[in-house]
């Protein structure tokens, strides 16, 4: 495998697996280009080396070929805007016109290919797709993250083609680098925030977490499930009743290995899901009939803010309240800034999952934690010990 910092593009063409699955607005404008603006420094790496770039992605779920509102054009254009330079774009990915595009670049071009999945060989992982992609170029490099949990052609399969010339490009490596850190180089105390709405999502994060951490945080809507297993009311709070049992088994193996967990003591409650709604503030255990939990109370935010502040690795998945209704945000907001605090202090801290990303976005702290993960389903996958597609295609 070769390193992307150490390579010289120069004289070469090199195929990039970007994540640009952004969203568009009805007048197919990018509207959020957080995910382009992650793969600039790979890009720039190879364009100033003297190479060419062919960035290829996918975009939505298109169902039986091209869709003009899932085009990679608009994102072509907010590229270029980016970088203020031109980038040039095809309306295919493979094919004679790809190939005749190619021809005509010249050293440092770049290139946005069409949408992948306007192929269903891309999804379905088909070899002989994959070589046409392969046939682009001299070099491949994946970085995209957020998409390395698929074994699609581009994703996977491609590196196949490469088994000389294939690397992972910066984004990829920061994002290998910041779970090393959290799942092999931590520092004790090690504190994971788990939330979101349901335990069943998260169950293997939590168990394979198990031998590192020293405290679990839980939060979101899975904290009424916890809660209910321990025989707690919780009104017309969100539950998982097929889960109880296995919530009590997580909070004994905790209690075995010596982890604290920290489950909200109270909650600020709502008669309904609404921001307008009535609120109250009530133990976490005795929240009456016609009530729900919507967010941690503020016993709860003082425990939580000092367990993270004392702590030396930090990863957060999950917001701990509604986070999207202001009147629901406390919990999200207190944590998020107990998380910049210790990061501050030394600590290294891992936001990731797209709830906790959103949430971080929001009160604009993403510069202020170590690390803001690019992938949802891929970060999750990798905490749970999983290999991924992507990654392993890569390193062999």
């Keep these: 495998m070769k390193n992307i910092q150490s390579f010289d593009f120069k004289g070469f063409k090199a195929i990039v697996r970007v994540d640009f699955n952004v969203p568009l607005s009805n007048e197919l404008v990018v509207i959020d280009d957080t995910r382009i603006r992650a793969a600039i420094p790979t890009i720039e790496k190879i364009s100033n080396d003297g190479g060419i770039a062919i960035l290829m992605s996918h975009l939505g779920r298109p169902k039986g070929g091209p869709e003009k509102k899932f085009s990679l054009g608009p994102v072509a254009k907010r590229l270029a805007e ?19 595009k190619i021809e005509e670049l010249s050293e440092g071009d770049i290139l946005v290919l069409e949408n992948l999945r306007f192929y269903p060989e891309e999804k379905s992982g088909d070899p002989s797709f994959a070589g046409k992609l392969a046939g682009l170029a001299d070099v491949y490099v994946n970085d995209a993250f957020g998409t390395a949990h698929r074994a699609h052609a581009s994703t996977a399969v491609i590196a196949d083609f490469f088994p000389e010339k294939k690397m992972f490009g910066y984004l990829m490596e920061a994002e290998l680098s910041s779970v090393q850190k959290v799942m092999k180089s931590y520092e004790k105390p090690f504190t994971a925030i788990i939330g979101g709405a349901k335990v069943s999502t998260k169950i293997g994060i939590i168990e394979n977490l198990f031998d590192k951490i020293d405290n679990l945080i839980i939060g979101g809507g899975m904290t009424y499930t916890f809660i209910k297993a321990q025989g707690g009311e919780i009104g017309d709070s969100l539950v998982e009743n097929d889960f109880l049992d296995k919530a009590n088994e997580i909070l004994q193996l905790a209690e075995q290995k010596g982890i604290r967990v920290l489950l909200p003591s109270d909650s600020i409650i709502a008669d309904e899901f609404s921001n307008d709604a009535q609120r109250l503030q009530s133990a976490s255990d005795e929240i ?35 986070f999207e209704f202001t009147n629901f945000e406390n919990g999200t907001k207190s944590v998020a800034n107990a998380i910049v605090q210790a990061t501050e202090a030394g600590a290294f801290s891992l936001i990731g999952g797209g709830d906790s990303v959103a949430a971080i976005n929001k009160y604009g702290l993403k510069e202020h934690v170590s690390y803001v993960s690019t992938g949802g389903g891929a970060l999750l996958e990798l905490i ?13």
């Design 82 to 100: 980016i970088l203020d330079r031109p980038v040039h774009f095809v309306d295919d990915c493979v094919g004679e016109k790809v190939q005749k």
């Design 288 to 322: 009456p009939e016609g009530w729900m939990g919507l967010d941690i109370g503020e016993e709860a935010v003082e425990e939580y803010e000092k367990c993270i502040r004392e702590s030396r690795t930090i990863l957060w998945n999950g917001p701990t309240g509604v």
């Design 384 to 396: 749970e010990g999983k290999d991924l597609p992507g990654v392993k295609a890569i390193l062999g």
